[in-house]
């Protein structure tokens, strides 16, 4: 189930396109789409305090990069920079949450979002284990992860924040991530 492209290159190339496709709503015709766009724009604090016509007024002086804050934010994350390093902190090639699915473990249902930040939000509100998959997120429960094998009641789970893409302590993860590999769950570490 891998493939050539590590999940957080891949997330990276997703938000990118979604970047160039709200700069090129912002640039149509059709005034409702670009007024939808001009709308998340307000969102920075550059265009905060302009209505939406203002920031059409203005088009021509968005650029790449607010467009690329728009989608940070959107995604939970207070800017480009900090979204971006909080998926290089996850190493290419160190789990692979996709594996969760090569083997289903049986009937659970787990919760999928569009965006990090639906996803976070819920994991503060109903609890569960938060982890990506390709460009969505989605949060099992406890149960889902003792059907893999897996201990979710592994102090790291509550160190790291129960959250694999913004874990709270990165080294948490990281043995948590040896530990799923030895489960043969995604890891690349010598584990077939």
């Known amino acids: ?24 709503d912002l640039l149509v015709d059709d005034a409702a789409r670009a007024t939808r766009a001009a709308e998340r724009l307000r969102q920075l604090p550059q265009f905060a305090e302009l209505s939406a016509p203002e920031v059409l007024a203005r088009k021509d002086s968005v650029l790449r990069k607010h467009a690329l804050g728009v989608i940070a934010q959107e995604q939970g994350h207070p800017s480009w920079s900090a979204l971006k390093e909080t998926l290089e902190q996850r190493a290419p090639g160190d789990f692979n949450t996709e594996a969760f699915f090569a083997r289903p473990p049986g009937a659970f249902l787990n919760r999928w979002f569009g965006t990090y930040a639906k996803a976070a939000a819920s994991l503060r509100a109903e609890g569960g284990f938060l ?7 989605f949060i099992c429960d406890a149960g889902f992860l003792r ?37 043969n ?8």
């Not at 891949?10 to 700069?23: P, Q």
């Open 1 to 24: 189930m891998r493939t050539d492209s590590s999940p957080p290159l891949d997330l990276l190339r997703e938000y990118k396109v979604r970047a160039s496709l709200l700069l090129k």
């Open 147 to 183: 059907a893999l094998g897996a201990d979710p009641d592994d102090p790291d789970w509550e160190r790291m924040g129960r959250d694999w893409v913004a874990p709270r302590d990165i080294d948490a993860r990281g043995r948590l991530a040896e530990k799923l590999a030895m489960l």
């Open 185 to 192: 769950l995604g890891g690349r570490h010598g584990v077939r």
């Open 131 to 137: 982890f990506p998959f390709r460009t969505q997120f």
